[in-house]
């Protein structure tokens, strides 16, 4: 069960790293010790990992479309 929107979550999260880094999803995957693929899945919404979304915002998003995240993310459904 999802709790909160991942796939426009991992959208915007693709459109920072491709538009505003020069990382791939394989130097993410390298350097999180997760594969290229695991990067993806969380970029297209089907895998929600803390730990990549912790390294998008180590590497910047926080100054990226934070209103957007925070909604996303307040409009979770209650556990």
Known sequence: MRY???KE???IC???R???TTYTQADIGEELYYSEQAIGC???GTAD???ILQWYI???LTGF???EIYNILRNAEKL
Do not use: Q
């Open 4 to 6: 909160y929107n991942s």
């Open 42 to 44: 969380f970029e297209r």
């Open 14 to 16: 693709r459109y920072y």
């Open 9 to 11: 979550l991992g959208k």
């Open 49 to 51: 990992t803390a730990v």
């Open 58 to 60: 180590k590497h910047g």
């Open 18 to 20: 491709k538009n505003y």
């Open 65 to 67: 479309k934070m209103d």
